[in-house]
């Protein structure tokens, strides 16, 4: 992955450390480097219960955050949140409340929600920042313990909202997946950055 750009194009940041996001990214061929924001997301997450307004300001909070150390760089910003119902889903943060998770999500239709936040250069906030929203409608087969036990064991998906990898097998444990941007489920919707960085003067394709 190249690190520069030519002279007439700001710098761009991906504003995370996931290989997901940055293999997404890859693929439309604009050099790039890695950031991570390093926020703290609990007030956000304790202000809010709309899934759709968190995933939003997680997302803009990261942007900011990495764009505040590079004022002259685009920054990409990008949160996922689960939504169960009205219930959020966060990352579970270990493999047995992971199991717990998937049994919940079993069987049953939620939503994976991914914002994304593109900040730049510019002090008119009209300009430099913008952020959407995809929403993905995921429904899980009628799995039962022992094969999701099997299953955390293989992708110790931990750190995943929702308790799993879709970019690994993950996508295996799924009925139907419905979403205009299937690159969105994994992390990071490439049809609306695409479109946003041509606008910018990035190459795309």
């Known amino acids: 992955m190249?690190?520069?750009?030519?002279?007439?194009q700001a710098p761009l940041i991906?504003?995370?450390?996931?290989?997901?996001?940055?293999?997404?990214?890859?693929?439309l061929g604009l050099p790039f480097s890695l950031e991570a924001a390093g926020i703290d997301e609990a007030p956000l997450q304790a202000a809010t219960e709309d899934p759709l307004r968190l995933a939003r300001d997680l997302a803009l909070a990261k942007a900011r955050a990495v764009a505040r150390q590079h004022p002259e760089a685009w920054v990409i910003g990008?949160?996922?949140?689960?939504?169960?119902?009205?219930?959020?889903?966060?990352?579970?943060g270990s493999k047995p409340a992971a199991l717990q998770?998937?049994?919940?999500?079993?069987?049953?239709?939620?939503e994976l929600i991914s914002a994304t936040?593109?900040?730049?250069?510019?002090?008119?906030?009209?300009?430099?920042?913008e952020v959407w929203v995809e929403v993905a409608h995921m429904t899980m087969a009628p799995w039962d313990q022992a094969t999701l036990e099997r299953y955390v064991e293989a992708d110790d998906p931990s750190q995943c909202a929702g308790s799993y990898k879709l970019e690994e097998r993950g996508i295996a444990l799924f009925e139907?997946?419905?979403?205009?941007?299937w690159n969105a489920i994994v992390g990071l919707p490439l049809l609306g950055l695409a479109q946003r960085l041509r606008a910018r003067g990035y190459p795309v394709p």
Request: glycine share 10%; hydrophobic share 35%.
């Open 117 to 129: 936040a593109l900040v730049g250069p510019g002090k008119d906030r009209d300009q430099s920042e």
């Open 78 to 92: 990008g949160d996922q949140v689960l939504a169960l119902g009205d219930e959020l889903l966060g990352k579970p």
């Open 101 to 110: 998770q998937l049994l919940r999500l079993a069987g049953r239709r939620h």
């Open 14 to 27: 991906l504003a995370s450390t996931s290989p997901a996001r940055r293999a997404l990214l890859e693929r």
């Open 2 to 8: 190249a690190s520069s750009t030519s002279n007439d």
């Open 176 to 181: 139907r997946i419905e979403c205009a941007d």
